[in-house]
Antibody, heavy 116, light 106 residues
Framework: QVQLVQSGAEVKKPGASVRVSCKAS????????IHWVRQAPGQGLEWMGV????????SHAHKLQGRVTIIRDTSTSTVYMELSSLRYEDTAVYFC?????????WGQGTLVTVSS | DVQMTQSPSSLSASIGDRVTITCRAS??????LAWFQQKPGKAPKSLIY???NLQSGVPSKFSGSRSGTDFTLTISSLQPEDFATYYC?????????FGQGTKVEI
């Protein structure tokens, strides 16, 4: 069955970077785009970016331009999202999601806390 | 960016009620509209894609419809497990955008 398994929670200081992984299984990794979506505490869902695992080409939300990097490792079927220059307002749960029939499968979420 | 205006932001309902949630897109998004259910501390769960197509394993009490740029999620008979927050999302154009959410409470 399709599964997206994310890395564990992180606590980072302002200005640092964080890297969250999303390991896919149960389907052909290179055939479906992977998106990243985040949710600040008590807030709604915010799209961050997407990667085409086949080509490695990625696109990001305009407001995160320059701070977010999304890459993939086809040998391990894993997508990585790195967010740099962390701010307090980046505290959120970060989700990866596969796009096939819409965003049909989601990872379990990774809590990133930015705290001094 | 396409704005998704979801209403109501919250509603109170009883077991067995028929519930309707609406999402209006700021421009034509064709049928590229999805609905998600989210429970506290959990990832969103996809219910419907392409406006009216039920995801595999989702019970038929959930249904979706479209009228122009207005989209509707209907729960035909609310059950205890349906109390959650529901989001719409357009994925017709980048960036994909979400509605603000509707919290369904007892």
């Amino acid at each position: 069955q399709v599964q997206l398994v994310q890395s564990g929670a992180e606590v980072k200081k302002p200005g640092a970077s964080v890297r969250v992984s999303c390991k896919a299984s149960g389907y052909s990794f290179t055939t479906q785009y992977i998106h990243w979506v985040r949710q600040a505490p008590g807030q709604g869902l915010e799209w961050m970016g997407v990667i085409n695992p086949s080509s490695g080409s990625a696109s990001h939300a305009h407001k995160l331009q320059g701070r977010v990097t999304i890459i993939r490792d086809t040998s391990t079927s894993t997508v990585y999202m790195e967010l740099s220059s962390l701010r307090y307002e980046d505290t959120a749960v970060y989700f990866c999601a596969r796009e096939a029939k819409g965003f049909d499968y989601w990872g379990q979420g990774t809590l990133v806390t930015v705290s001094s | 960016d396409v704005q998704m205006t979801q209403s109501p932001s919250s509603l109170s309902a009883s077991i067995g009620d028929r519930v309707t949630i609406t999402c209006r897109a700021s421009q034509d998004i064709n049928n590229y509209l999805a609905w998600f259910q989210q429970k506290p501390g959990k990832a969103p769960k996809s219910l419907i894609y392409a406006a009216s197509n039920l995801q595999s394993g989702v019970p038929s009490k959930f249904s979706g419809s479209r009228s122009g740029t207005d989209f509707t999620l209907t729960i035909s008979s609310l059950q205890p497990e349906d109390f959650a927050t529901y989001y719409c999302q357009q994925y017709n154009s980048y960036p994909p955008t979400f509605g603000q959410g509707t919290k369904v409470e007892i």
